[in-house]
C-alpha cells in the first residue's frame, strides 16, 4: 500500500478513485485514493489518507484530478503491423462467401501478404502507426505484434522491425511474436512440410537480431496441422522461447492442448476448444485470450467453453486481434464491449482480461495490477464507474495514458 519516502516522488495522482485489480476479483477499488510513481515505478497506491504526508511535499508533480484509474490495458494479440486493408473481402463476405472460401480462393491472409511484400519498411510503419496510436489514445500501454503476413525471410523480418520502430516512435511497450506459420506464401503450395523447415530455420536469425519476444501459429484446416506446429514450437524450444497458439478457431484440432503440452503463455481463440483442452490449459496455466472482434465479424455463433474456463480456473484474457481481414478493429475497450456482450463476461472480467490476464498471456508479471513495485503503467479515465469502459461502444474516455510514469496522451 506504500513505499518508504527516501526522496520526492516523479508524480502523485490524488482525489481519483482506483481500480488496482488486486485480488483474484472484482475491480479491487479505492476511493479518494492517491497514486504515487518514481523512476517508472509506482511507489504508492492507497487512500489519500494514508499518504506519508502533504501531498505537496511528496512530489515534484501533484495532479488532483477525478474519475477513475486502471492499470494500461495490455493488448496481448494483435496483427497490426500489415499494408493496405481487405474491405473489398469484407463486402464479399457479406454477401455470402466464408472466410475460408476466401481463404482457399486466394485472397484472406494471403492478400495481405502480397501487400506487406511490396511495402518498404517505411511504407509499412507509415501505414501500422495509426493502428497502435488509436489502441494507445483509447489505454493500451503494451501491445502484442505478430509478423505473419510476410511469409518469407525477409518480410517478416521487415514487420517484426516495425513493430520494434512502433515501440520507439511512440513509446508504447512492444511485444513481438513471430508468426511465420500463418499461411502458406504460394511459392510453397503442396509444399508445407518444406515451408514449416523455413520457418523454422528463419527463427534463430531473427532471434539473433532481438526481433522474437514470443512464436505463434496458425493450427488450423486453412493453416497448418498440429504436426507441422508441434515442429514450430520445438524450434521455438530449441531458443528457450515461450509459444502461443492461434488454437481452435475454426475447428477442433487440439491446438489447446498442443499448447499446454509445450508449457505455452496461452491459447487464442478456443472458440471449438474441447473439454479436455480445458484441463490441459488449467494444468499447465495457460491463458486462455479471447477474441471477440473475430467472432463478431466472422458473425460465429460457436462460443467459447466459458463457464469451463471459469470452473477449472483458466485465466481468461481479452485482445483486440486487430488485423486486416477478421478483426479490423482498433480499441481493446471496444474488444472488452464485445467481451461482455457476446461472451457475457462480466465488465470486471474483461478489465481483468484487459490488463492482468493479459500480460501474464506475454509471460509479463510486471504489469496490469496498481501495486507498489509494478510498472507505473496506467490510464486516468472519465468516468463515473469502470463498468463504464465496457459499455460505452467507441467514445473517447481517457484523460491521461501514462507508461513507465510518463505521460503519453
Ligand atoms: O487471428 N486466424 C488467423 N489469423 C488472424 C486473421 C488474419 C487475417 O485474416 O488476415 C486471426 O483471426
Ligand atoms: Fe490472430
Known sequence: MQAAVTERWDGLVVGVSLATLQGTEGYGEIADAALGWHDGRLCFVGPRSALPGDARDLADEVIEADGWITPGLVDCHTHLVFAGDRAREFELRL??????????????IVSTVRAVREADENTLLAQSLPRA?????????TVEIKSGYGLDFDSERRMLRVARRIGQQLGVQVSTTYLGAHA?????????????EAVAAWLPRLHDEGLVDAVDAFCEGIGFSPAQTRRVFEAAGALGLPVKLHADQLSDLGGAMLVAEFGGLSADHVEHTSIEGVR??????????????????????????LDAFREHGVAMAVATDCNPGTSPLQSLRQAMQLACTHFRLTPAEALRGATVHGARALGLTDRGVLRVGMRADFVQWRVRHPAELCYWLGGDLAEAVYVGGVRLA
Do not use: C, N
Open 95 to 108: 454477401q455470402g462467401a466464408s472466410y475460408e472460401e476466401i481463404a482457399r480462393s486466394g485472397g484472406g
Open 133 to 141: 496510436r488509436a489502441l494507445m489514445r483509447d489505454g493500451v500501454t
Open 184 to 196: 502458406l506464401p504460394p511459392e510453397y503450395a503442396g509444399r508445407a512440410d518444406d515451408y514449416v
Open 280 to 305: 490441459a490449459m488449467a494444468a499447465h496455466g495457460v491463458v486462455a485470450v479471447l477474441l471477440p472482434g473475430a467472432f463478431h465479424v466472422l458473425r460465429e455463433t460457436k462460443l467459447p467453453p
